[in-house]
């Protein structure tokens, strides 16, 4: 069954450091999405790109963050300078859109901002 | 206004009893999609079950099922037979429809413990 997969499964940077976080979705999927969740705390919408563009984006999704999907396999996610804060639980997602909408997510990345 | 809304932080069910998961939700939006993931204590999330806004018939997977009442705006999960695996976090998740952006709104989980 085909399957997100994501790479690293947790990184551990130093604060101030550039990181990121790569994502290989569903290869027929048309939507691609990015999550964080922060430990013990709800999933949080980040960003959703559709079309190779970025179709809708949350208040946290801020300058720091950025989106690429540079070979029409991968899509990553780069946060330019980490905060403590940024150290969180990262899912990418994908979807097909066609009627049901259900969203795959990856296994997600750890990552430990020090 | 929180679009999704899981007013369980953590429930307790007997091995081989059903369980209720409460879930509410707000949108405006005619056309959207509701889902149930749940989250085991390795992290991943795993799809459940899905329904759709003008489906007439509440959706069933398995052991799954959710009680989707429209006019009252909640889509409760029901985990029937409950087994030790059932374990872990459930988050109710929403989509819009294409009006507003598409965009997955998640709630804040409920803790599921099943006890032997």
């Known amino acids: 069954e085909p399957e997100v997969t994501q790479t690293p499964s947790h990184q551990v940077t130093q604060m101030g450091q550039e990181v990121i976080l790569r994502c290989v979705p569903i290869?027929?999927?048309?939507?691609f999405y990015w999550y964080r969740q922060i430990l013990g705390q709800k999933v949080e919408f980040l960003v959703s790109?559709?079309?190779?563009?970025?179709?809708?984006k949350s208040e946290i999704f801020d300058d720091q963050f950025s989106v690429e999907r540079p070979d029409g396999s991968n899509f990553t996610l780069k946060i330019r300078s980490t905060k403590l804060e940024d150290s969180a639980m990262y899912f990418c997602?994908?979807?097909?859109?066609?009627?049901?909408?259900?969203?795959?997510f990856g296994p997600g990345t750890r990552l430990t901002v020090t | 206004a929180q679009k999704i809304t899981q007013t369980q932080p953590g429930m307790f069910v007997q091995e081989k009893e059903a369980v209720t998961l409460d879930c509410t939700y707000d949108?405006?939006?005619?056309?959207?999609?509701l889902f149930w993931y749940k989250q085991p204590s390795s992290g991943e999330m795993i799809f459940l079950i899905y329904q759709g806004s003008y489906d007439q018939q509440n959706a069933t997977e398995g052991r799954y099922s959710l009680n989707f009442q429209k006019a009252r705006k909640s889509a409760n999960l029901v985990i029937s037979a409950s087994q030790l695996g059932d374990s872990a976090m459930y988050f109710c998740?929403?989509?819009?429809?294409?009006?507003?952006?598409?965009?997955?709104?998640f709630g804040t989980g409920t803790s599921l413990t099943v006890i032997p």
């Open positions: 997602a994908s979807l097909f859109e066609a009627g049901r909408y259900e969203q795959y």
């Open positions: 949108t405006s939006d005619p056309s959207y999609g």
């Open positions: 998740a929403m989509r819009d429809g294409p009006n507003t952006g598409n965009q997955f709104y």
């Open positions: 790109f559709y079309n190779n563009e970025i179709s809708e």
């Open positions: 290869s027929n999927h048309l939507y």
